[in-house]
């Protein structure tokens, strides 16, 4: 075996052609190329502009309620008898979840660039909601794709969309869940190139949508590595967080991705097993594959043909994961570990219980990692666990799967 | 040139027509179907096959072209077997360019290099991947280039005269003019647009270029094919099978010769003839 060369640091940002290693890159029609490329070179300007800047702080602070709390979860700790267990309270902020974190810097990004429309796909419908929110308040009409599985489970959010004036566009292709939305809101952009910003919602898709996503959410990490450092003067010894896409799990990682005593641990959908193909853990289980734009951990068959995956929960419900992921996962700096669906369930009913706080079905499989290994830690010891959003779009179909009479 | 699409054109040009480039999906709506369809598809007068390699997530593609590619998966096409249609017909038709069309992700399954290897030995012309831009060449364009493979650049009308020097940069074989922003299946724009970026492209590039996208009648690949080097249609041949299956996919009627009505109305098009073969160039 050949020694792993350990980068400097862990927190570059991709290269020239859009790569963490040798995932990432802009695998996209000519037709969204210049695109691409503007919305590169728009997002550097941005970067380094002060009204910019303020005009997201204010956004940030004022209307998605942040800096979001770092919670000391006491009773769960109690409850499990080992580590301290910390939440970042994600689930606090407007519209309930990390996504608004992205979908206020993208929709400013939008306007930045003179689009007049905004397209997005959701599975959870989180972040479709956070895009049709961000629609609402500036004013663009908004069109949000999701498989109608997804549609069906997370009810809620459909009709929130709804409410807010989005147009959502019902998905049946595949197992009509995350990918095929994504697709399908590519189609519509390759139709709608000149007056359209699509906005992603996870880390993932063409450079430089994985950096500029993270970048947006690292707000979560910044934030936690601070208020962790100020409430217990040390920094954590794990932190914890689900990986759909992947951007909420960026967004905590990556400014902690330089400290090497902090361990880290990406939870992948497990499904029913990884065994079969009901799962979504392509780091776990996949091999490196290109689709939606970039090269990185997929689900696919010998043919190379993607494979629609499963999980309990609509948003990790995808059969790939953001490049820098992938790129983490290689350099060995990040674990990445699956949790399954009764695991995530038994989670998020736990929580529910000992804490007061539902969470989402996504950060439940983050919560239960915690609740494998807090209880072997010394309660000397810090987890941070990134609960990135709340339940309610959930509890219909959890009191479903649990048979309970309402 | 000594490959099957320069000759190909070569000859086209000395005869003063346009080609005609005729897609279909690779397995649809199985194997030997697809095999008989690529037979007779140079009989009746098409001049290079666009050979769907069926993918499951095709960005690209609208409806029609989906639910092609979805029959031809659901039948067990693979890319090693869409490579075996091509060594099939090859052996009753050394001529006709064939050239692959798809997205990368099967190839780079397969193994860029194993994959070149069986596509030249298979009897490949050249490749048209629609997610690998210039941006993106050292995975495969220059690959395929060194290997003998011509790797077709897509440009579309988001293609600027800034950017297209780096459109043709790496292109051989021809250059495919998307006719639109959109997917496979929309309607044509104005063919005065098209013209004019045709033209433009032409004066940058010796290669022949072609337009695809939105091409589905004989008046339409007639318009096209006299503003152009070529014309693709790909959607209308798709519709033509997909028209001759019942609901579940199986064949109900004969789409050989559905394909071979459509495909001999198109060549009158595109050879500015009328039906009974008389010239009509300059009658329009
Ligand atoms: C609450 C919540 N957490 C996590 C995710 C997974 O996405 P990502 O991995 O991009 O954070 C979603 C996606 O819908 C979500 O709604």
Known sequence: MTARPVPNSFRTGADEQGMFGKYGGRFVPETLMPLVLNLERQWREAKGDPAFEAELQQLSTFYVGRPSTLYFADSLTRHLGGAKIYLKREDLNHTGSHKINNCVGQILLAKRMGKTRIIAETGAGQHGVAAATVAAKFGFPCVVYMGITDMERQKPNVARMKLLGADVQAVRSGRSTLKDAMNEALRDWVTNVHDTYYVIGSAAGPHPYPELVRDFQSVIGAEARSQILEREGCLPDVIIAAIGGGSNAIGLFHPFLDDVGVRIIGVEAGGRGLKGVEHCASMSAGR???????????????????????????????????????????????????????????????????????????????????????????????????????????????ADILNMEI | MNNRIGRRFEELKAEGSAALITYLMGGDPDFDTSLAIMKALPECGSDVIELGMPFSDPLADGAVIQAAGQRALKGGQTLKRTLQLTREFRQVDDQTPVVLMGYFNPIYSYGVDRFLADARDAGIDGLIIVDLSPEMDQELCIPASRAGIDFIRLATPTTDDARLPKVLENASGFVYYVSMNGITGNALPNPVDIAAAVARIQKSTLLPVCVGFGVKTAEQAHVIGRASDGVVVGTAIVSAIADTLDSTGRVVADPVKAVTNLVTELVCGVRQLDRRGRDVSTAI
Do not use: C
């Not at chain 1, 350099?331 to 929580?351: H, I, N, T």
């Not at chain 1, 941070?384 to 709340?390: D, E, K, P, T």
């Open chain 1, 288 to 398: 490196p594959g290109v689709l939606h734009g970039n090269r990185t951990y997929l689900l696919q068959d010998d043919d190379g043909q993607i494979l629609e995956g499963h999980s309990i929960s609509a948003g990790l419900d995808y059969p790939g994961v953001g490049p820098e992921h992938a790129w983490l996962r290689d350099s060995g700096r990040v674990d990445y570990v699956p949790v399954f669906d009764d695991e995530a369930l038994e989670a998020f009913q736990l929580l529910t219980r000992v804490e007061g706080i539902i969470p989402a079905l996504e950060s439940a499989h983050a919560i239960a990692q915690a609740v494998k290994i807090a209880p072997s830690m010394d309660a000397n010891q810090i987890i941070i666990v990134n609960l990135s959003g709340r339940g309610d779009k959930d509890v219909q179909s959890v």
